[in-house]
């Protein structure tokens, strides 16, 4: 279960007009004080931030997401917040959300989607399954679309917004706030920017300060984390297998970087994607044939793999044995041959 940070529960809790919002924070663990050095800490798992949401926000109260949105400061989200601000452009801005939003909360993921028109700006993972989930992913992009306003200094067109619950009972506080139009019951939950406003400036954009900003949000990041670059890629690539083996433009999406990035730091540490690939297909395989619960047809799909010949080719090139005869013997009997 992810968790969501302090400062944002803070605003939540602010605009949300309950009598005795030092008593709420209190029940939640937190203190009523807001430390934007300490915006990376996560403060209270997700389904708490849903209850929280679900409480604090009457079945007729459907301003509460822009309420919290307007409220919401760059320097509420720290290090991050000041990265966004001094961000040369908006899309510049958004990268940087998706590269860093860990280090806010890990119930959150996005991405940027080419478009012929421009991008769309996708929220992924976070389901919209009750009230609270819904409200939480219209205080994230609606978050997002403060932000970037306050970071060009002015109005931001939006083309559309899309939200994946249905529409509630009143959408002019929606189309008030964004703009434009809100479709609900859409595909995704995302936010479309044309390419003029992608290329928008910010009016503190400030290349110094981001560079500095960057690298220390790359440490917050690595501490949050808590795993090496190899380790993500190795987790990301063991997570894909089922659907087939990713590519290098897919994993590194999933970090928040760009394929040339991936491939750089990789090299820096002396590794290689296809080599990374493979190891974690081998661990895989091996680990799944000694459990002895997978068909040979099973573990050569769970390992990324479209035919039960194609695996055990590579499987033989591997270790040297096919899958059968690992299996019979409980493991390998001469060294892997990478």
Known sequence: MG???????????????????????????????NDPLDAGTPAIDANAYYDLLERVTRSDDHGLPFRYADALQA????????????????????????????????TLE????????????????RPSHRRGAALANECALAAVVSLLRRAVGGALQLRAVWFRHPAPADVDPHRSFF???????????????????????????????????????????????????????????????ADGQPSKSQVA???????????????????????????????AAESLLRSGSHSLADVAFLTGFSEQSAFTRAFKRWTGQTPASFRAEGGPTQPADA
């Open 179 to 241: 703009g434009t139009e809100v479709h609900f019951s859409a595909p995704g939950d995302a936010l479309h920017f044309d390419t003029l406003s992608l290329g928008r400036p910010a009016v503190l954009a400030d290349e110094g300060l981001s560079n500095y900003l960057l690298a220390r949000l790359d440490d917050l990041r690595s501490s949050i984390d808590g795993r090496s670059l190899l380790d993500s890629v190795r987790g990301v690539v063991a997570d894909s297998l």
């Open 110 to 125: 996005y991405e940027l989607v080419p478009q012929a028109w421009g991008m769309e700006f996708a929220l992924l993972g």
């Open 3 to 33: 968790s969501v940070g302090a400062p944002v529960i803070r605003r939540i809790v602010e605009v949300s007009g309950t009598d005795c919002p030092a008593e709420l924070l209190a029940e939640l663990g937190l203190s009523a004080s």
């Open 253 to 283: 999406r999933q970090l928040g970087m760009s394929e040339r990035t991936l491939h750089r730091r990789l090299a820096d540490d002396g590794a290689s994607f296809q080599a990374l690939v493979t190891e974690v297909r081998r661990e």
């Open 75 to 106: 320097e509420d989200l720290g290090v991050l917040g000041l990265a966004m601000k001094t961000a040369p452009t908006v899309n510049d801005a958004l990268r940087r959300l998706i590269r860093y939003v860990l280090v806010l909360s890990d």
